[in-house]
Every structure is written in structure tokens, then in C-alpha cells.
């Protein structure tokens, strides 16, 4: 009998009066906020505006929850189109069902359009946003304990996950998946931040390197799953899918590193270098003490005689003046004679 172990909420879903307050979409909810909050942060560390991030979101979030919703229900659609099945559950997006694979495309594919729009780089919103989408994940994991689903294989470990009995799951307990990969991406963001730091990523590579990591991680907790997925030469589509996009990320990082080295010096139109970057503030006050050595002192000096110049002319100007009022009295004078 296993004495320690993870317990599971009997409920996924309180009811405020009539209102219906779900963990899956809580969880959901707080990765958003904490992804645009993270982004923000790291745009205007690299000189963009204040708010950018959460334009593009504003594209990229609503399409990257279709894009998850749909590569769930195309890749597991005996869960809705089967016998005994009812396909409006394919709609129930608070039960549980997200694809990560296709929010990130299909969510890449709204921010392309918020990014075009304010005519922006892709790749570098991409690389600011990359750790908080990390984050975003580790917190909308814990999602899936609140619905008792996306857990490993039996286990008596002290941190196994208890389930207890339920649709298409059966009492026991797991392996505690969903909390391995809340913790994988924790490690994911880390790593991002402190390699974009270290090594100035650029033109997309910040967001490669969080891709290729957090498949490295997804392949083998994938592997640990006993939920009905399908499988292809004995392995589950999932571990499939990370294999091929971890390849995808490493050679993008690889080829961009090669073609574009460094990172973008503008990350939106009307705005300069990155206020906090070394690089552009020591530019800067280079270029000023140049200008100030260029500089003749003695420009700025008065020279000898220049008063007595200037008082001369002031006093031809005012002979000048006198004289033109002179000649335009005399001229009525003359009128009349005539």
C-alpha cells in the first residue's frame, strides 16, 4: 500500500451560483497572463514599446487555442467521431484538449499577422515571448491534474499521482506526467533567459532554443503516458512529432546563427537601439565624445574686434534708417510744390 503519494481534486469545476469556475480553464488563463507579462518585459528590455506584446497576443492567443483544440481532435478523433461517441464533445474545450504542437503554429500564424500589422519582426517578438510560453505551459499543465487526465504509468514512488475511478481511467497510482513537464518547462524558460542573456539570441534563435528543449523534455515524458494516443512503428505520435520539430529547431538555429549572427538593433519602427543594451550605450557616448573632440574651442571664443564690428554695423543700420525716414518726409513736401 502506498502511503505517500500526489492527491487528485475530486472536482475540476466549482459552481458559483449558476457560473461554472473550471481548473483546466484557471490554469489556462493565469499561463496567458504570465507569458504576456514575461514577454513585455523582455520587449522593452530590447527597445520596444510598452504594450506591443499584448497587441500581438490579442492575435496570436485566440489562434493558438484553435490551432491546440484542433491537432487534439484530428490526432485523437476516435474521442469524438467514434461509435458511441458524440461529436459536439469535440467543442468542450474546458474538459481538457489541447495540442501544443498546433497552438504554436497555428498561434504563430496570428502573431504573424499582429506583427505585420505594426510592422514588426516575427522572429524577434518570437524570441521575447519564447520563456514566458514556457512558463505558460508549466502553469497550464496543472490544468490536467484538475481533470484527472495525461498521467504516467502505475508507480508506488512517494510522488505518484493517485486517480481515482472515472471516464476512461481507472483507480490507482501514476507517474505524475503533467507535474514532470510543468517542471521541464520551469527548466526550459531558465535556460532560455540565461542563454539569451549570455549569448545575445537573435532573428528567432531564443524561440529555436526554447522549441528544441522542450521537445528534448516532451519525448521521453511522452513516452511515460497511458492515455489512448495512436502509434506509429510502436511510438506514440507525440514522441513522433517532438523528434521531427527538435531536428526542425536545431537546424534553424544552426542555419541563423550561420546567416544572421547577432540580434536586431531595431525591434520596431520608430524606435532606436535597445535602451539597455551595452552595446548601443557605449556607441552612443563614443559617437558624443568624438563630436565634442572635434570641436574648435576657439569657434566658441569671442574674437578681437568682433564688438566694435558688430556696434559699427548696428550703426550703419540705424544711419541707413534715419536717412530712408528722412528722404520719405521730404517726398509730401515735394508733392505739393509740384
Known amino acids: 500500500m502506498n502511503l505517500a503519494y500526489i492527491p487528485s481534486p475530486s472536482t475540476g469545476v466549482i459552481h458559483l451560483g449558476p457560473i461554472p469556475l473550471r481548473g483546466y480553464a484557471f490554469c489556462i488563463i493565469i499561463g496567458v497572463f504570465v507569458a504576456v507579462w514575461l514577454g513585455n518585459k ?77 510592422g514588426i519582426p516575427l522572429p524577434a517578438w518570437a ?7 514556457a512558463l505558460a505551459q508549466a502553469c497550464g499543465r496543472w490544468g490536467n491534474w484538475f481533470n484527472q ?23 490507482g497510482t501514476y507517474h505524475p506526467t503533467f507535474l514532470y513537464e510543468s517542471l ?7 535556460l532560455v533567459i540565461w542563454a539569451d542573456r549570455r549569448f545575445k539570441l537573435g532573428h528567432g534563435r531564443a524561440f ?4 528544441a528543449a522542450y521537445c528534448a523534455g516532451r519525448g521521453w515524458i511522452e513516452y511515460m503516458r497511458v492515455d489512448e494516443a495512436h502509434h506509429i512503428l510502436g511510438v506514440r505520435l507525440n514522441v513522433w512529432t517532438a523528434i521531427v520539430v527538435f531536428i526542425l529547431a536545431v537546424v534553424y538555429f544552426v542555419l541563423s546563427a550561420k546567416l544572421r549572427p547577432g540580434r536586431e538593433e531595431v525591434v520596431e519602427p520608430d524606435r532606436g537601439p535597445a535602451a539597455s543594451d551595452p552595446a548601443a550605450k557605449e556607441a552612443d557616448a563614443a559617437s558624443e565624445a568624438k563630436t565634442g573632440a572635434d570641436a574648435d574651442p576657439a569657434d566658441s571664443a569671442p574674437k578681437p574686434g568682433a564688438e566694435t ?4 554695423a548696428t550703426e550703419a543700420d540705424a544711419g541707413t534708417e534715419g536717412k530712408a525716414g528722412s528722404e520719405d518726409a521730404e517726398a509730401p513736401k515735394a508733392a505739393k510744390k509740384l
Open 42 to 118: 523582455r520587449w522593452i528590455a530590447r527597445g520596444g514599446k510598452p504594450g506591443t506584446v499584448a497587441d500581438i497576443a490579442v492575435w496570436a492567443v485566440p489562434f493558438g487555442l484553435v490551432g491546440g483544440r484542433l491537432y487534439h481532435v484530428i490526432t485523437d478523433y476516435q474521442l469524438y467521431f467514434g461509435e458511441g461517441r458524440n461529436w459536439v464533445d469535440a467543442f468542450k474545450i474546458w474538459e481538457g484538449g489541447l495540442g501544443i504542437w498546433g497552438a504554436i503554429a497555428l498561434g504563430a500564424v496570428g502573431a504573424w499577422i499582429g506583427c505585420r500589422l505594426r
Open 127 to 133: 524570441d521575447a515571448l519564447a520563456p514566458g510560453i
Open 149 to 171: 487526465e495525461l498521467y504516467g504509468r502505475a508507480t508506488d514512488l512517494p510522488w505518484a499521482l493517485k486517480i481515482s475511478d472515472g471516464p476512461n481511467r481507472v483507480a
Open 184 to 190: 521541464w518547462c520551469l527548466g526550459v524558460a531558465a
Open 208 to 211: 529555436a532554443l526554447y522549441v
Open 309 to 312: 564690428e558688430t556696434e559699427t
